[in-house]
C-alpha cells in the first residue's frame, strides 16, 4: 500500500509535468506509436478480411497465419526486426512489429463479421437484383461493423500493451519509465506508468466498446430488443414457478 502511495505521489508530483521527460510527452508518444500502427494493420487487414468473408476464399489460411501471428513473442520480434533492419531504422522496425501484431485481430474481426450476416438476407439483396458490390457496402459491410470494432479494440489493446516496449529500443513512450525505474531501482516511477499505461487501455477499450455498440444498426437493435424483454420475461417466470 505504501509503494501504491508513492506511486501516486510520483504521478502528481508538479516535475512530473515539466521539461522533455514530462508525462504528457510521454503520454503523447505512446499513443502515436498506438494509433499509427492501429490505422496502418487496419488498412491492410479490413480489405483483406472483407474480400475473404464475401467470397470465402482463404479463409483457412487467414486462420492459419491469425493464429501464428498471435503466438509470435513481441518483445523477440522487436529485436529481430532491428536487427535486420538495422539499429538506424529502429522506428520502422517497432511500426513493423505493432502492425503485424495488430493485424490477426482486425483480420478475424472483418471476415467473421461478414460471415455471421444471415445467408438470407443476403440471397434476399441478389433476389432484389442488388450487384456484389452494393451487397458488399449496404448489407455485409454495415451488419458485419460491430464484430469488426471488436477486433479492432482487442487490437488496440494488443498494441497500447506492446509499445511499453519501444522504450527498450529508445523510442520513448511511457516505457521509458519503466525502464529507467528498473535500472535505477525506483519502484514508485515503475508502478506510476504501469497505472498510466493500464489507465490508456482501459480508456481505449471503453471507447471501442461505446463505438461497437453505437454501429450496430437500428433495425438489428430494434429487433433484438423485443427478443431479451422475451428471455427476460421467461427467466423471470421459470424462476418464480413454485418447485414440485
Known sequence: MNLFSEAMAWLFAPERYAG????QIR??????????????????????????????????????????ARAIP?????????????????????????????????????YSGLEAVDRRVIDAARAVGMTEWQILWKVEIPLGLPLLIGGLRSAALQIVATVTLAAYIGLGGLGGYIISGLALRQFDQ????????????????????????????????????PDVRTRSSRTRAVAETPAN
Not at 206 to 221: K, M, N, S, Y
Open 20 to 23: 522533455a521527460d514530462a508525462l
Open 190 to 225: 515503475m508502478l506510476g506508468a504501469a497505472l498510466v499505461i493500464v489507465a490508456l487501455a482501459l480508456v481505449l477499450d471503453g471507447i471501442f466498446a461505446l463505438a461497437e455498440r453505437l454501429v450496430v444498426p437500428r433495425g438489428v437493435a430494434a429487433g433484438r430488443a
Open 27 to 68: 503520454i503523447g508518444e505512446h499513443l502515436f506509436y498506438t494509433f499509427i500502427s492501429l490505422a496502418i494493420a487496419g488498412a491492410i487487414a479490413i480489405p483483406l478480411g472483407y474480400f475473404i468473408g464475401h467470397t470465402g476464399r482463404g479463409r483457412e489460411l487467414a486462420i492459419g497465419i491469425s493464429g501464428a
Open 74 to 110: 513481441s518483445f523477440g520480434l522487436i529485436l529481430l526486426l532491428v536487427t535486420l533492419i538495422g539499429v538506424t531504422q529502429k522506428p520502422l522496425a517497432a511500426f513493423i512489429a505493432f502492425v503485424l501484431l495488430g493485424i490477426p485481430s482486425i483480420l478475424a474481426g472483418a
